[in-house]
């Protein structure tokens, strides 16, 4: 809900910062970027070219099938990801697979 | 002159993870410009006050009543960032020597290549001219893409916008793109670099130190950030993209500092421009002779380079095809 225009202080200054986070961006969405976290080698590269930041560092172990332990693990915040693919695209091992939101 | 205490970022692993801009905001999927803006943030301190020149960045940002900024920003018109800029610097150093504020505050400019090399041209230069410590960060899409693609002057030759039509008569733009850094060097800036997107840490090393930098006196950031609707290419290709610009010599990543040139991003062995113009859009309707034109141009570019360091920082052009015939 947009506030009326007389809510709104006076020279249109916005008080509230990072008020963006309310938009969900993720609609905009056609791919979903999947992360496949026993592949992921956690370069960090998905999450430094994201535009959005909507690839989380989490400090959160993981260990792989092969029996591989990390530390930390990307989650991708469905929320504001616009599905650009440029993780898919950069990821040097492929983990990241792009898949249709909505069936045809 | 005092050189600023920082270390330098050697590696991704080293990066800031916290998060300085706020996700939600209105940039197109895939936006160069959002990369930069995110790891500009991340760099500066919470004490900035950021000026906003009217282009892609402010306006997605800033729609009002939402801001994705996390700090103090201020909105200007297209040609104004840098003489508002200068403004609040003066008004901060008024404010610290009557004693009514006691936190160091920076000013950071960011500008689009409209906002810059056209249209605020003037108000860079003078800022620039009386030492305001202000960091000016432009970030170049080439071309008035929040209008609807019109030509600037940072618009590269025979590239398509809706003011310069592939037609009959008219094949792009017939200039080429104005060298809005050799305007920016001869008035010898504290610190000056040009950089971009795919470099990511090469970026954020530059982003400090001219933060750094911007203590003294004025400092100049040049970001190439693709442009998924005006340089036609899809959204997953932005990336791909700026880092063939540097790989194929249509931009060289440089830094100069306390009057030093030195080249950041070395490329021994070059690749033809055709691979980085063959994946744009607004490039589709070059002939093989014009390709020839643009690599000639590149070419000069990278002798004068090269020639200005003293060796051979950005190498020949090799071709795929040499490969296969050894093959």
């Known amino acids: 809900m947009l506030p009326k225009w007389y809510e709104i202080p006076l020279g249109g200054a916005l008080t509230e910062p990072g008020s963006t986070r309310k938009n969900r961006t993720g609609e905009w969405r056609t791919f979903r970027p999947v992360i496949d976290q026993d ?49 898919a695209e950069e990821c040097p091992v492929k983990a990241i697979t792009l898949v249709r939101e909505y069936e045809k | 002159m005092s050189q600023p205490v920082i270390k330098p970022f050697k590696s991704i692993k080293e990066l800031p993870r916290e998060e300085k801009f706020a996700p939600g905001h209105a940039m197109c999927a895939g936006c160069g410009a959002a990369i930069a803006m995110r790891w500009l943030n991340k760099v500066v301190d919470d004490n900035t006050i950021f000026v906003l020149a009217t282009g892609c960045v402010e306006v997605t940002t800033t729609a009002c009543p939402y801001t994705a900024w996390l700090r103090p920003c201020i909105h200007v018109a297209f040609e104004n960032a840098a003489a508002v800029a200068s403004g609040i610097e003066g008004a901060v150093k008024m404010l610290q020597r009557k004693g009514m504020l006691n936190k160091d505050v920076r000013i950071v400019a960011v500008a689009g290549d409209g906002g810059t090399v056209d249209i605020g041209l003037q108000a860079l230069s003078g800022m620039l ?60 800036p504290k610190y000056m670099a040009t950089t971009t997107i795919a470099y990511v840490v090469d970026m954020v090393n530059k982003f400090r130190k001219a933060y750094e930098y911007s203590r003294e006196g004025p400092t100049f950031v040049h970001v190439l950030c693709p442009c998924v609707p005006g340089w036609r290419i899809d959204p997953h290709m932005t990336v791909k993209v700026s880092r063939l610009a540097v790989e194929t010599g249509m931009w060289v990543n440089y830094e100069v500092e306390g009057g030093v040139f030195r080249v950041t991003t070395r490329v021994p062995k070059r690749k033809p421009v055709s691979e980085y113009l063959r994946l744009q859009g607004r490039f589709r309707h070059l002939t093989d002779e014009d390709i020839q034109i643009i690599q000639k141009y590149v070419d000069e570019q990278v002798e004068r380079i090269n020639k200005m360091v003293g060796e051979t920082v950005i190498g020949p052009v090799v071709k795929e095809e040499k490969a296969e015939a050894k093959a």
Not at chain 1, 45 to 66: F, L, N, Q, S
Not at chain 2, 149 to 161: E, H, N
């Open chain 1, 39 to 87: 592949k992921c080698i956690r370069c960090r590269i998905c999450w430094a070219y994201c535009p959005e930041g909507a690839v989380k560092e989490i400090d959160r172990e993981h260990m792989t099938a092969k029996g591989v332990k990390y530390p930390i693990t990307y989650e991708i915040d469905y929320y504001y990801c616009k599905g650009c693919g440029i993780c």
């Open chain 2, 129 to 188: 001219e009386r030492g305001h410590r202000v960091m000016y960060v432009l970030y170049d899409n080439e071309a008035y893409m929040n209008t609807g693609i019109q030509r600037s002057g940072a618009t590269p030759f025979r590239a398509w916008t809706t003011t310069t039509p592939v037609g009959k008569v008219l094949k792009g733009k017939l200039q080429w793109k104005k060298d809005i850094d050799g305007i920016v060097l001869a008035h010898r």
